[in-house]
Nanobody
């Protein structure tokens, strides 16, 4: 199983970023895909996940600003992040919890 995140970077307050995670080594369409993040000095936390039927769950801190989606033809899960705040600064990880698989993470920094 391999998960490769991309799309992180430095963005100003109120800006937007889209993270991507390309997966391989398993039947992508059959699994719940998740995004987690770990802010500096804090525990890793769930941001969002999307099921095989594309049912989504978004953490309260991100509702209304973040959208998770998937493209099963590309084995890719996305995290669209809008109205970014400094509190969104973190390393963002893609995960398949059922397979205990994690990507290497992509860093997002939001400046004020």
């Amino acid at each position: 199983v391999q998960l490769a995140e991309s799309g992180g970077g430095l963005v100003q307050l109120g800006g937007s970023l889209t993270l991507s995670c390309v997966a391989s080594g398993f039947t992508f369409s059959s699994y719940i895909m998740s995004w987690y993040r770990q802010p500096p000095g804090k525990e890793r936390e769930l941001v969002a996940h999307i099921g095989s039927t594309e049912r989504t769950t978004i953490a309260d801190s991100s509702k209304g600003r973040f959208t998770i989606s998937r493209d099963n033809t590309k084995n890719t899960v996305y995290l669209q992040m809008n109205s970014l705040k400094p509190d969104d600064t973190a390393v963002y990880y893609c995960s398949v919890r059922a397979l205990d698989a994690w990507g290497q993470g992509t860093r997002v920094t939001v400046s004020s």
